[in-house]
Structure formats: structure tokens, C-alpha cells
Antibody, heavy 124, light 107 residues
Framework: QVLLVESGGGVVQPGKSLRLSCAGS????????LHWVRQVPGKGLEWLAV????????DYADSVKGRFTISRNNANNTFYLDMNSLRAEDTAVYYC?????????????????WGQGTRVTVFS | IVMTQSPATLSVSPGETATLSCRAS??????LAWYQQKPGQVPRLLIY???TRATGVPARFSGSGSGTEFTLTISSLQSDDFAVYYC??????????FGQGTKVEMK
């Protein structure tokens, strides 16, 4: 079974940091690009960040550029989102998602597997 | 890039056909996907490359369009289909942008 499992969400004060993790299983993790997407409850989906299969390409939405960092550890089939300088408007459910393409230096495929989501609340 | 979905809410009776629209502010080819999200659930890929159904998606879901105008059609709507539907252009140039969603509700 193809699975992505997030962890690391929680309640954090503004200005603080948090690291989200997403562990993959049931597929060839090292061949796939990976994304982070968030959703404010009751609102739409916002793409945040992407890393290529080998970690050499990374890109970010303007809303998080300079504050969030995506990374991956192919040795343990896990990728991460390090979130710094958190703001109240970062409060959302965060999803990891797998790019359907393989060995793509610049991921450009649909998101065929999603994690269950982890909730982040930035609250003072 | 702006992805505009219409209508925001669509009221449909079971058995009827729902037609959802997605318009991109510029063309990014057919790198267009549709996702379904039910309340409290994770988004699910329905359609990619504008018209190709993902694995396990029923044939009543169909995608069409090109350029900047795309459509998701749900034929013979079933109770399980009431959900929010998002379109997305999944390219670097489009910044993997999602539309704001169309809620399909029971009439």
C-alpha cells in the first residue's frame, strides 16, 4: 500500500519554529518528487514547496520563501518541512504529496498520493 | 497565475450531470489535474493531463478542455460525489497553483 504519513504538527507561538516530517512507504521513494500543500480549515489548497527526487531542485511559494525549507532523506524515506518565523496566518492543515512523475529533475506531474495531514496552529 | 473555478457552488440532484469549469489566466498546456475532497478527508486525484482518469476513478468522471479553459463533467451524479473539486496546473511556470474549488452539493 502506498502511504505518506505526516507528523510534527502542533501548537506554536508566533515567531517560533516547527519541523514537519512525511514518511513514505509502498513506493520507490527515491524516484519521486515531493510537495507540501496546506489548507486553512474551510478554505482551499495552497501549494507551498517542492523537492525533486534527488533533492537538487527545490522551490517555494512566495508566501513561505525565506521562512520554510524543504528537504529529504532518501536513506530513511522521509522528507521534511522546516518552518521558521511562524505567523498566525500559517495556521492550517499541512499535507505532503507525492509527484506522480519519476526521476524528474523538475517535478511537473499531478499529486497522486497525499498524506493524511497534520495540523499546525500558530497562537499566542 | 490565477486559476478561476466556476461556479463556487453547484447544486445538483442525484442522477443529474454536473459541469465544473476551470479557467487559467494563461496557457500551461494540458498539465491540468482535478482533485476531489470530501469533508474531513484528504484530496484525491481524479483526472490528470486534462482528461486522463486516475486509477480507480469511475468513468462517470470526465475531463476536457485545452489552452486556458478546462471542464470536469460528472455524469449520473451519485451521493458519494458530493464534495469540493479543485483544479490545478502542475507546472513550475504555473507554480503548481490550485483553483479556489467548486463545491458540489445536493439540490
Amino acid at each position: 500500500q502506498v502511504l505518506l504519513v505526516e507528523s510534527g504538527g502542533g501548537v506554536v507561538q508566533p515567531g517560533k519554529s516547527l519541523r514537519l516530517s512525511c514518511a513514505g512507504s509502498g513506493f520507490s521513494f527515491t524516484t519521486c518528487g515531493l510537495h507540501w500543500v496546506r489548507q486553512v480549515p474551510g478554505k482551499g489548497l495552497e501549494w507551498l514547496a517542492v523537492t525533486s527526487y534527488d533533492g537538487n531542485y527545490k522551490d517555494y511559494a512566495d508566501s513561505v520563501k525565506g521562512r520554510f525549507t524543504i528537504s529529504r532523506n532518501n536513506a530513511n524515506n522521509t522528507f521534511y518541512l522546516d518552518m521558521n518565523s511562524l505567523r498566525a496566518e500559517d495556521t492550517a492543515v499541512y499535507y505532503c504529496a507525492k509527484d506522480a512523475g519519476i526521476y524528474s529533475g523538475l517535478p511537473h506531474d499531478s499529486f497522486d498520493v497525499w498524506g493524511q495531514g497534520t495540523r499546525v496552529t500558530v497562537f499566542s | 497565475i490565477v486559476m478561476t473555478q466556476s461556479p463556487a457552488t453547484l447544486s445538483v440532484s442525484p442522477g443529474e450531470t454536473a459541469t465544473l469549469s476551470c479557467r487559467a489566466s494563461q496557457s500551461f498546456g494540458n498539465y491540468l489535474a482535478w482533485y476531489q475532497q470530501k469533508p474531513g478527508q484528504v484530496p484525491r486525484l481524479l483526472i490528470y493531463s486534462a482528461y486522463t482518469r486516475a486509477t480507480g476513478v469511475p468513468a462517470r468522471f470526465s475531463g476536457s478542455g485545452s489552452g486556458t479553459e478546462f471542464t470536469l463533467t460528472i455524469s449520473s451524479l451519485q451521493s458519494d460525489d458530493f464534495a469540493v473539486y479543485y483544479c490545478q496546473h502542475y507546472t513550475y511556470q504555473a507554480r503548481w497553483t490550485f483553483g479556489q474549488g467548486t463545491k458540489v452539493e445536493m439540490k
